[in-house]
């Protein structure tokens, strides 16, 4: 059984790349979100401006950062921008889901927690801010519903808030399912980089025996010339034989790379002697 | 002045001093190398241990200029890749079958079994693939297993 990879720099750093965007997105629906949130809800009385706006300018400051940091982003980085944006706007949310309803007139219940746990499975840079941040979006619905008055609380739709929780299971499940598929891309991309760099290897070696066949070849019939003309000379001949034996031995050493190749058409004619000029 | 590999002479200076054997001889060699160095040392070899003749050409536009020559040899030992961008041995074969060549074909190769220019060779069937580095024995048996040219002659 082979050992298990070892995530390599690059891979890292694609890792890193990949939360870094998963955060920018997130901080950039904030910053569109939340004041189209604070135009819908003008007529609203009672509610206040501040927490959509507060959340909108977190989330514009947050961008600043993550843009830039853009050249050397960090998986802990992303995980703290998107940690941080998310808590923003779950203290946006306490003050105006309690405005939206004291208001009169019908209210569909934290819709912007459901969407926000939604948006966090599929925006989430890891599984633990993932989980962490729709964990906040449910508890923050349910507590903010106990901290309602009872009136208010026998206002809301049948069902409400425990629906929250259907959409809980469905933002855990596409997490987890979308940070498994992303496990196993890299994977296989950890891999198919392997095979190349094996591949690549494995040319070399071959182009270097393939180089090497000709010259030792000469020298051993060159050898057996000589051995003809010059009997006298056998002795140092037979240690040219032995030396020429260990060489054909590392050659053949080679050989375990051939069923590594895979073969294409600009191999046809390879000229192993540029590999060994450059 | 005749060209001279150590102390025999080479093919060509033996065309132009015996005009008997300009057409060549069922017991003479053809080897098809792009190395300089190998088909010297290889043409040297036969005349020494085989007592034959052996024509060293490095390219198919030398067995071309061969021609007749080439056809009557008894046994043609081909180099499969003779560089980028060249016809390979491949072709210097299919020249020399199209043309009657009856005698023993032997490809020659340093690259893998696996290689595409190998496989196909190995695909022609009236023709042996050998690896480099080739030993004597090896060598002794592809010389004096010649077989009589009008057993391969075409029909």
Known sequence: ?278 | MIPIVGDRITAGAAHRLYPLRVMGRPTDVLFLDDDEDLRATFADLVRTIFERECHGIRSYGDLLDLGERALHCGVAILDINLGPQVPSGLDAYGWLRKHGFGGRIVFLTGHAASHPLVVEAKRLGDAEVVGKPVSLDTLTSMLEDMRPVAQHAPP
């Open chain 1, 1 to 278: 059984m082979s050992p298990p990879l070892a995530p390599s720099p690059s891979h890292k750093a694609q890792q890193s790349q990949y939360a870094w965007r998963g955060a920018l997105v997130a901080c950039c629906l904030t910053a569109i979100g939340m004041p189209m949130d604070l135009l819908m809800a003008r007529e609203v009385p009672g509610m206040p401006a501040w927490p959509a706006l507060m959340s909108t300018t977190t989330g514009v400051v947050l961008l600043i950062v993550l843009l830039v940091c853009r050249r050397r982003p960090t998986l802990r980085l992303s995980m703290t921008v998107f940690m941080l944006n998310n808590a923003v706007i779950l203290v946006a949310l306490w003050i105006t889901s309690g405005a939206y309803a004291a208001a009169p007139g019908r209210w569909i219940p934290f819709q912007a927690n459901k969407l926000g746990a939604l948006a966090a499975a599929v925006l989430s840079p890891e599984l633990v801010s993932g989980l962490v941040v729709i964990g906040g979006f449910v508890g923050m619905a349910v507590l903010r519903y106990l901290a309602l008055p009872i009136a208010q609380q026998q206002r809301l739709p049948m069902g409400e808030p425990w629906v929250i929780f259907i959409y809980a299971m469905f933002a855990v499940a596409m997490l987890v399912y979308r940070v498994h598929s992303v496990a196993l891309s890299r994977r296989m991309l950890r891999v198919r980089t392997e095979s190349i760099a094996t591949q690549r290897l494995a040319r070399t070696f071959l182009a270097l025996r393939d180089f090497t066949n000709t010259p030792l070849q000469t020298i051993e019939l060159a050898a057996k010339i000589v051995r003809k003309r010059c009997p006298e000379m056998t002795p140092t001949l037979d240690r040219v034989d032995r030396s020429i034996d260990r060489l054909y031995r590392l050659n053949h050493a080679f050989s375990v790379y051939e069923s590594q190749i895979e073969w294409t058409d600009k191999d046809v004619s390879p000229e192993p002697s540029a590999l060994v000029d450059r």
